[in-house]
């Protein structure tokens, strides 16, 4: 990664944009800008935490991935973690450069095969939930869309595995940033039908520099064609 001094966060972040945080060694979470300023970023965390996540004074990496597959990473620490579950952070920037690794890709209508399993849920039920046969409407190495039967919220957390070819597969962890009714037509017994289902956005978590590289080739071979 490159390094570019911070200038104003107003330059790369904006509220309503989603993150994610992450302790050197913890698992990343996923979170919403509410609020910045020059120095500091109030954030909601995607899932309530009865025990708080991080602690006044942690350090923690706040990561953006936009949809030209460019990552943007701050150095920050933990300012303040207020409400009744925990779930708004407040985050001070302790260093004056972000991290930029830039790779030119584009999220693209492309038709994937993929499995996933609830991993976390705003609807408890669903966790440990499957769905063996999904495909994706479009995708890109920041996150994926697709269409579902199941009831996914925003916030939900998922563990995805993408089938890119007969050898190939990719892992990855996603947070659910959109969810919302859609109608889907179908065919049985020689009839049009029209079913309801839920269109879902995902952005990924966490997405390991090796596989995002398979996915990154993948789908510039796709681009080409």
């Known amino acids: 990664m490159s390094e570019e001094g911070i200038g104003s966060v107003s330059h790369y972040l904006k509220p309503g944009l989603a993150v994610s945080l992450q302790e050197e060694s913890g698992e990343a979470l996923a979170a919403t ?20 996540s991080f602690q006044s004074g942690d350090r923690v990496w706040m990561q ?11 150095e920050t620490r933990v300012a303040e973690i207020q409400g009744p579950e925990n779930q708004k952070v407040v985050l001070s920037i302790s260093s004056k450069k972000v991290l930029v690794q830039r790779r030119k890709s584009y999220r693209i209508r492309l038709q994937i ?22 495909t994706t409407k479009d995708v890109s ?21 993408l089938n890119l070819e007969p050898s190939q597969q990719v892992n990855a962890v996603g947070w659910v940033v ?3 009714p859609t109608k889907r037509k179908e065919y049985q017994h020689g009839t049009i039908m029209t079913k309801l289902t839920n269109f879902v956005a995902v952005n990924f978590l966490q997405l390991k520099a090796e596989e995002q590289n398979h996915l990154l080739l993948f789908l510039r071979s796709k681009m080409s064609e």
């Open 141 to 161: 190495v920041a996150g994926l869309a697709f269409d579902t039967d199941l009831s996914l919220k925003v916030g939900d957390k998922l563990a995805l595995l």
């Open 113 to 134: 095969p993929f499995s996933l399993t609830v991993v976390d849920a705003v609807e408890t039920k669903l966790i440990g939930a499957k769905a063996l046969e999904c």
């Open 64 to 74: 953006y991935w936009d949809e030209g597959a460019t990552v943007y990473r701050w």
């Open 33 to 52: 800008i509410e609020t910045l300023s020059p120095r500091s970023i109030s954030l909601k965390l995607a899932r309530p935490t009865p025990e708080p």
């Open 178 to 180: 959109r969810s919302e």
